[in-house]
């Protein structure tokens, strides 16, 4: 007894910080990584027809990339490269690493943003092309395949958005062969993704599955030209899948915003449908003039908001298939 008093009077002198460290250390969350690293991702940035072309020399840009490590014993784990959006690494992106970590599966998380002296391009989407993050996502790739805790036969990709254009179609053999290396990802997966351009042999693909996610009432960025990409790539043979959400809204795993919030100045191409005829050339499917920002098929004008219910499904769905792969 006289041994215990003692042991509680040391533990609540100078002590105290230290065991109940030991104690929180009992009861830690798994989904708080074991380690944390901040890795500068040297990347380039390319206009869309430089992309195109195969430029090999962009504008050089240093960026960060974050990566968590799992708690556990494994050697090695399985991991995701995440590209964000047009509004940058936001609360959504904590959300799916959170979850992720506690699924033992690493993340790194790419900033294509700050690196380039950017914040936003939800207004003006010119300021960076979304294939350029592609050349972001394949250096993200190289630098965990040759990291010495991380698989490099299960590394994926995931995008949301602007970095869902990265995410998918890193997936064509044409775009890998161009900016990418050796390292192949194990599965490409998209959330609300812009499929309304398409791209010279965009279906001639790597054969790693994917996974599309998108809120039907999504009028940001449409749903429909998804469904007939999906379904040209399943009838090549592709694992592939679309998940669709009734009244769910643009970026609804983002659990910071409201059930449904207007962004006025936020530039869609919802109604556009565009096409590249020759490598480097995009225009109007509709119209045949070539591709511009100042195209009247362009909006101003959209929505997001957060939909719970689609969000838990989607991050169940998509921890699952990274733990089958």
Known sequence: MNNFIGKSILCAGIWAFFCLSAQAQLAVSPAIPSRIEVHPLPSQTL???????????????????????????????????????????????????????????????????????????????????????????????????KHPRIDASKISIMGFSKGAVASVFSSSNRFKGLYGSSAKFASHIGLYTPCNTRFVGDTDVTGSPMRFFHGTTDDYVNVVPCRAFVAELKSKGVDITLTEFANTQHGYDSPLAPERLAVPTAQSTRNCQFIEKSKGEVFNAESGAPFSYNDSCVALGAHVGHNPESTAKTVKSVVEFLQSL
Do not use: C
Not at 71 to 83: D, E, N, R, S, T
């Open 47 to 145: 206009t869309g027809d430089e992309f195109l072309k195969g430029a090999i020399r962009g504008q050089p840009h240093l960026l960060a990339a974050e990566l968590r490590i799992p708690q556990g014993q494994k050697v090695k784990f399985p991991a995701v490269v995440l590209i964000h959006g047009s509004g940058g690494v936001n609360g959504s992106m904590d959300l799916w690493v959170h979850a992720l970590n506690q699924a033992g599966i690493a993340t790194l998380v790419v900033d294509s943003f700050s690196g380039r002296g950017l914040t936003s391009t939800v207004q003006d989407q010119t300021l960076l092309h979304s294939l350029s993050m592609m050349v972001d996502g394949y250096r993200a790739l190289d630098l965990l395949a």
